[in-house]
């Protein structure tokens, strides 16, 4: 598929997918979700270790092209979840491999599903954090209602979704609801160093560790313990496992396999 809203590459192990409609603040349209699936298929079937997701210009993702809604009969918006984000954030959460969401600028309504839906979210400080969806007469959707109360708590999750108020990056920082701000100038690098270092990283190890999480949220106690218990029966026959224990013993720097 030859890409027209997005830009894809995948160098060292380490893919990036770039949502490039700058002059739209990288909004989301029919075109754009088709392209991103047909991505995404390449990242689980190439050798990537880990993704990168950002923005082209000066926003991360602006949410839905509201210009695709203008004129007609209304569109069914619950029939648009459930063929187009829905899958979306289901195939993103699902990846074995870190994700790392680069937030370089605007991540508003969807856009700021899309960055939640990440492993890891790093924001350059000008970037900011809007759930714009009272604004126009809709529910957060793209899993926000999930997302943002299992991070920040019920009572922000309710003032950020109620008042559709902007919040910088320092600010969703120090609330939890990402990884850590840097300089804009600094965001590139940043990125290119975790990048680097998690492509290198025991990549099974990173998915079962991605899983457990996942299944916390829902898990008793006991119920954990035994995932846990399962999890690390299959990793201590790994080779991953093998080399990090022989280069503890050497005193060397592993070389892992993702195996």
Not at 11 to 22: E, M, Q
Not at 83 to 92: E, F, G, H, M, V
Not at 109 to 124: P, Q, T
Not at 140 to 166: H, M, N, Q, Y
Request: a negative charge; one cysteine or more.
């Amino acid at each position: 598929m030859t890409y027209s809203t997005i830009l894809f590459t995948i160098v060292d192990a380490v893919a990036t997918i770039t949502l490039n409609r700058p002059d739209k603040l990288n909004a989301v349209t029919d075109a754009m979700h088709a392209e991103l699936r047909d991505a995404l298929d390449r990242v689980a079937n190439d050798d990537a270790r880990v993704l990168v997701l950002t923005g082209a210009g000066r926003g991360f993702c602006a949410g839905q092209d509201l210009g695709q809604r203008r004129g007609g009969e209304l569109p069914d918006l619950g029939e648009t979840l459930d063929k187009l984000y829905n899958p979306l954030i289901r195939r993103l959460r699902a990846l074995e491999m870190p994700v790392i969401a680069a937030v370089n600028g605007v991540a508003a309504g969807a856009g700021m599903s899309l960055a939640l839906a990440a492993d890891i979210v790093i924001a350059a400080r000008s970037a900011s954090f809007m759930q714009a969806f009272a604004r126009i007469g809709l529910v957060p959707d793209a899993g926000s209602t999930w997302f943002v109360p299992r991070l920040i708590g019920p009572a922000r999750a309710r003032g950020l979704a109620l008042l559709a108020e902007k919040i910088t990056a320092e600010q969703a920082e120090a609330w939890g609801l990402i990884w850590r701000t840097v300089d804009d100038a600094a965001l590139l690098a940043e990125i290119d160093a975790l990048a680097t270092r998690l492509a290198a990283a025991p990549t099974l190890a990173l998915a079962r560790i991605k899983r457990a999480l996942d299944l916390a949220e829902e898990n008793t106690l006991d119920g954990q313990l035994e995932q846990e218990r399962m999890f690390q029966s299959e990793l201590g026959r790994s080779a991953d496992y093998r080399e990090g224990v022989a280069a503890f013993l050497d005193k060397r720097p592993p070389v892992f396999k993702g195996r």
